[in-house]
């Protein structure tokens, strides 16, 4: 059922974003007139030159994308502004035996003082990538070379992995400089990291102890703008985010959502709400946050896009060969936040000759969703069941309510609401039922989506509303993967694994179309669940084994389809 609540709160505190925008042919840039309203806070640049960075995908080589990203500080910020730069593995290579001497490869290239173009331009240039990654010494480095007791300053660390030194872990170092001296925030820009979520994890671990901004960028020239906006945090504050707008984000439970807006009114855990709150329109879907919309004209993206710039202006920043955008009608989504899944909703005003290939016109409205363009497998979301509980059409159902009831766990990691649940801890639970009957206890339990087949099954305790548990509110994992050889691959909630290959752990086993080999689908916390290629997204599949024989490393296996519930 649709609801739609109004409330308009607080209004005195709208605060408006920024004013500036550029031409129709380009994305906005930095002009001296704006840049010279930037606050100049101390900054240290903290710049990856590791061997990672020769990769070309940025496209282009990272590093060479980077490098044009730092040299246009030079450009962009007002005279005067003082910098400094720092690299680290500029001067090593990267084999074992350079481990020692690259770890302590950390060098100043532009000491800290007032901004020199012609300066700056010529000694970024000399770098190139070779070496090691030493995050934890650099952060230390660099804070030495900041003024103290100066009032607030800054690093900027734009890195695209993880820390290949600790110790020190670089996390733990950044807690301690904050704590050390609170004005001295860290921001980071994590560079192409969609694909190694471990690596994002810490630099945003950098950023959130200190207080500093968290940004991804995709492609070079969004590494340009999110390293401006790092050197604006309050500009950046006021902005639409890639991840959401005013501490509130896409994928937010209504329980999540009110500790950061305290003054929501209650929502509907069931069904569509949208609710006004200051300056923005907030969208709820089954009681999670799906969309943010800001009203009016004021409010620009973290990049500068805003209503009133050209789609031309918006496809110059957000589209790159990895992350094309989706038209439908007159609107356009763009990748904002690959990590969070998030994506930027434009609309538009079609001017004369606007197509679907080559869209043209003029930007009336940005939201910020979980609206990530797909350029992944298919992904199918799975709704067998209305909200009322009743059956949608198509299912069928058997029924198991004679065998013992299950026991309530929490809500579906397979979901993408709060209407699923997780039911049963050991090998014969499931992690995707949905109530039917609150009288009887019953609920219905997914078993084959191709199939459409569910199982009705008593359980022990029903949740009560609302459901504020925070299990299931990230981002969902695959109820079941298919493979493209046709085999299907359920996530398991319970049971025991075999031994699998150091670092790895089972995720998901065969259900349909098997080779009867015994393999299982695995993750590891350094690769995840899958890794994201060129020609589409690759599982890990591989054999289980005694704990006494070696097992062998899981082989990727391409992706077809991926399955979710909701």
């Not at 020190?168 to 001296?181: F, I, M, N, S």
Request: a neutral charge; aromatic letters at 6%; hydrophobic letters at 40%.
């Amino acid at each position: 059922m649709r609801r739609v609540l109004l409330l308009v709160v607080l209004a005195s505190l709208v605060v408006s974003g920024c004013s500036w925008s550029g031409p129709d042919d380009r994305p906005p840039a930095r002009t001296k007139a704006a840049a010279a309203k930037v606050p100049r806070v101390p900054v240290m640049v903290v710049l990856d030159a590791s061997g990672s960075m020769k990769v070309e995908d940025a496209p282009g080589q990272r590093f060479a994308a980077a490098r044009a990203a730092v040299t246009s500080l030079a450009k962009d910020l007002a005279k005067g502004h003082r910098i400094g730069l720092l690299a680290y593995g500029t001067s090593t290579g990267s084999s074992d035996a350079d481990k020692a001497k690259g770890c302590r490869d950390i060098r100043s290239i532009v000491p800290f003082g007032a901004i020199d173009e012609p300066t700056f331009r010529s000694k970024v240039a000399t770098l190139e990538p070779s070496g090691y990654t030493p995050i934890g010494a650099s952060l230390r480095r660099a804070a030495a070379e900041l003024p103290s007791g100066e009032g607030k300053r800054a690093i900027v660390l734009v890195s695209d992995g993880i820390d290949t030194c600790s110790p020190p872990d670089p996390c733990t170092v950044a807690k301690e400089l904050h704590e050390e001296d609170p004005d001295l925030v860290v921001h980071t820009v994590a560079f192409r990291v969609s694909d190694d979520p471990q690596a994002r994890k810490q630099l945003s671990c950098i950023a959130s102890v200190t207080g500093g901004l968290d940004l991804d960028a995709a492609s070079g020239a969004l590494l340009r703008t999110r390293l401006l906006a790092a050197f604006d945090p309050v500009r950046a504050a006021n902005s639409l985010q890639p991840t959401g707008y005013r501490g509130l984000s896409p994928g937010m439970t209504v329980a999540q959502a009110r500790a950061v807006a305290e003054d929501l009114d209650d929502v509907s855990s069931t069904g569509r709400v949208e609710i006004v709150y200051v300056d923005c329109a907030l969208v709820f879907e089954d009681g999670v946050l799906t969309e943010i919309r800001p009203r009016g004209r004021a409010v620009r993206t973290l990049d500068g896009i805003g209503v009133g710039d050209p789609v031309a202006a918006a496809q110059k920043v957000y589209v790159n060969a990895d992350q094309p955008a989706e038209v439908a009608g007159r609107t356009i989504t763009f990748a904002a936040d690959l990590t969070a899944g998030t994506g930027y909703r434009v609309t538009f005003r079609p001017a004369s000759g606007s197509t679907t290939a080559e869209p043209r016109g003029t930007i009336t409205r940005i939201i910020v969703c979980r609206c990530l363009p797909q350029v992944g497998p298919p992904q199918t979301v799975v709704r067998a069941v209305a909200a009322d509980g009743s059956l949608e059409p198509g299912w069928k159902v058997e029924d198991l309510t004679g065998e013992e009831a299950m026991s309530f766990v929490g809500l579906s990691p397979n979901a993408r609401n709060n209407r699923v649940f997780w039911y049963g801890s050991t090998a014969d639970g499931t992690s995707a039922c949905w109530i039917e009957d609150r009288r009887q206890k019953h609920v219905l339990c997914l078993q084959d989506p191709v199939d459409r087949t569910l199982v009705r099954r008593t359980v022990a305790e029903l949740p009560s509303e609302p459901y504020t548990s925070s299990d299931g509110s990230g981002e969902p994992r695959p109820f079941m993967v298919e493979l493209a050889d046709g085999s299907r691959w359920r996530d398991r909630t319970g049971g025991a694994w075999g031994a699998t290959a150091p670092g790895w752990n089972g995720s998901a086993f065969c259900v349909a179309r098997c080779d009867d080999d015994g393999d299982v689908l695995q993750t590891s916390e350094e690769r995840g669940p899958w890794e994201r290629r060129r020609d589409g997204w690759y599982a890990f599949r591989g054999p289980q084994g005694d704990p006494a024989e070696d097992v062998e490393t899981p082989r990727p296996a391409k992706i077809a389809r991926l399955w979710f519930v909701g």
